[in-house]
């Protein structure tokens, strides 16, 4: 189910868009799996549907979803998009890692925080 939370800043079509993204990576929608229409959508949300056309517009620009003529929406491939999302967190990772370091972070506290993560 998608949540919107009316307290956050960032936009409700970017909300849903976020929560349909997470689904998606983690595996909560398969490959394939049919999404529901706009129309649904924004019944079972009560959200404007153009609000919902316009996250379903970027998440298809994304490569996230692929609609076909009269059928509908449905998730693209979740692997090629884990794979993806990793690459993209782990260069965020890094420049977070290299701007620590940079500032002379302790870099046994980092080690420490990642082990105790994992």
Partial sequence: ??????????????????????????????SDEKLDSV???AIKTAINPNTIARAYRELEAEGYIYSVAGKGSFASNTTEM?????????EKFKEVTNELIFLNFDKEILISYIQEKT
């Fill in 39 to 41: 129309r649904e959508l």
């Fill in 82 to 90: 884990v794979q993806t999302h990793r690459n993209l967190l782990f």
């Fill in 1 to 30: 189910m998608i949540n919107v939370n009316y307290r956050d800043s960032r936009p409700i079509y970017r909300q849903i868009k976020d929560e349909i993204k997470r689904m998606l990576i983690t595996g909560i929608i398969k």
